[in-house]
Every structure is written in structure tokens, then in C-alpha cells.
């Protein structure tokens, strides 16, 4: 890490960290649009964006959920430094978080603040009555055993919209920032992406992300590996 981004990290009153799958990749959880990530394959002929759809859980649940079950559920992941380094600013209450992540791996860390934008993988519901069904349950069926509901994942589908809960968290905590710290993301999904128009005009806009991302103009960048730079990072 340079010396300019150190700094920058120790001047911060309150820093929002806003981060995506590259965090969890290197606890062993594939991201979407890397060489190797989800995207980059096609399963049963169909594109992740689809078997990933509002459309397709209604329309072809039993495919949505062979999809989910195979392709997204890692329990084992451990939280790496990256997600412990946050929860501890979190829970100082130096710091903010909001992800694009589903995996838990967040709370796992003991940040049980995070804003979880996209929802969370391991909390399920049935579709039919809304009741809460162990994820455990989840995988060993798709259908809610009191009603015959088709149990879900509480995770936000292309086609759905984000929770006035999560959008409100988001703003309020972007807007708390005197310093955004994008972390593993093509930062290419809405509306996630354009949370950061909300920030305070001298907010300080910092990327950790191992290739360019189309956040604008930024104030400082670290174009690498992100647990490398959270694992020099001091304080
Ligand atoms: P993405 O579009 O796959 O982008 C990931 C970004 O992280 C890319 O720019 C990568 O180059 C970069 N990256 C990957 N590994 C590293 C690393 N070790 N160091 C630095 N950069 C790295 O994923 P986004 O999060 O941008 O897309 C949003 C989607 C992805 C959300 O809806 C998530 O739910 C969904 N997703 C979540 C998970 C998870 O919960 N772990 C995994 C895969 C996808």
C-alpha cells in the first residue's frame, strides 16, 4: 500500500465502505464477472442473469433452485482480513459497511451492522406464507413442509426491487461519510453504483479493486489484490 492511502485512512472521521465479491474471493467464494467467475458459464444452455431472475423462480423454480444450491452456497468460507479489518472500524464505530455480498461472511465476522444491500443467502422464507425456514431446511428441499409453499433465499433477484430498509440504511450511512472506500466490485450494478451521488461533496472516494471500475473521478485507488492492502493496513 502507498503511504498516501494510509494516511488518507487515518485522517478519516468516518469512513462507508461499500464492497463487493472480490472480498470473498480469496475466502474461497467465486465471483460474478471475473475470468473465472460465475458468469463466465452457462448452465443447462441458460445465463446466470436469468437461472439469477425473478422470472425464472417463478417460472421454472425447480431449476432456479438446482442453480442456487450448487452454485452459491459455500458454508464452509471462513471471513478473511478484509471483512474482519471492517467489522472491527464497524464495530469501533469509525466505520460504515455496506455490501453487495449474500454470503454471511460479513456478520460471520462480527459485523452485525452491516447493511446486506442484496440480501443474505442464508436466510430463507417460504414464498406462500412468508414464514422464516432454516437454510439447512433450504437445502435439503424446496418446498416449505407445512404449507407445500417454494421456500427462497431473502436475496434481492434481478427483476426486484431493493428494500426501503436497506435503500434507506445506504443513504443515510453514505451520506455520514467524510471518506468511501469501494472495495471488490465491477461496480456495475444499479442501484448499488449510484449510491455514491449521494455522498457529501468533499467526501474523499477511494478504490481498492484489482482492475478499473467506473466510479468517476477518485481521490486515490489501489489497483491489486484487496486482502494484500487490508492486510497492511494498519489501525
Ligand atoms: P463482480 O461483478 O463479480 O465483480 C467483482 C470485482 O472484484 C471484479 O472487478 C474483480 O476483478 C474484483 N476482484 C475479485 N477478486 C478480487 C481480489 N482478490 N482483490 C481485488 N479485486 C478483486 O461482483 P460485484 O459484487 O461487483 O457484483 C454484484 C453482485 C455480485 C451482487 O448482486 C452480489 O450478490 C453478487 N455476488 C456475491 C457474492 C458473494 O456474496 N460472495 C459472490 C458472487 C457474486
Not at 50 to 73: A, R, W
Not at 77 to 88: D, F, G, M, S, T
Not at 93 to 102: C, R, V
Not at 109 to 130: M, P, T, W
Request: hydrophobic letters at 35%.
Amino acid at each position: 500500500m502507498t503511504e498516501d492511502l494510509q494516511t488518507l485512512f487515518d485522517q478519516a472521521q468516518h469512513i462507508t465502505f461499500m464492497t463487493g465479491a472480490g472480498v470473498s474471493t480469496a475466502s474461497g467464494i467465486p465471483d460474478y464477472r471475473s475470468k473465472s467467475g460465475l458468469y463466465s458459464a452457462k448452465f443447462k444452455g441458460l445465463p446466470p442473469e436469468y437461472l439469477l431472475s425473478h422470472d425464472c423462480f417463478v417460472e421454472q423454480p425447480e431449476m432456479f433452485y438446482d442453480f442456487v444450491k450448487e452454485n452459491l452456497y459455500f458454508p464452509d468460507a471462513k471471513p478473511n482480513v478484509i471483512h474482519e479489518k471492517i467489522a472491527a472500524l464497524c464495530r469501533s464505530g469509525q466505520a460504515s459497511l455496506i455490501t453487495q455480498n449474500i454470503d454471511n461472511l460479513d456478520r460471520t465476522a462480527g459485523n452485525d451492522q452491516v447493511i446486506e444491500f442484496h440480501g443474505n443467502l442464508y436466510r430463507c422464507y417460504c414464498s406462500k406464507d412468508g414464514e422464516q425456514v432454516d437454510w439447512h431446511d433450504y437445502m435439503k428441499s424446496m418446498y416449505h413442509d407445512t404449507d407445500h409453499g417454494i421456500i427462497r433465499p431473502d436475496i434481492v433477484l434481478y427483476g426486484e426491487s431493493i428494500s426501503e430498509s436497506a435503500l434507506q440504511r445506504s443513504m443515510a450511512a453514505i451520506e455520514a461519510a467524510d471518506q468511501l472506500v469501494i472495495v471488490g466490485t465491477s461496480f456495475k450494478v444499479y442501484p448499488f453504483a449510484g449510491l455514491i451521488n449521494y455522498r457529501q461533496p468533499n467526501a474523499k472516494l477511494i478504490v481498492v479493486n484489482n482492475e478499473p471500475i467506473p466510479a468517476g473521478s477518485v481521490t486515490a485507488q489501489y489497483t491489486g489484490d484487496a486482502e494484500t492492502f487490508f492486510a497492511d493496513l494498519k489501525g
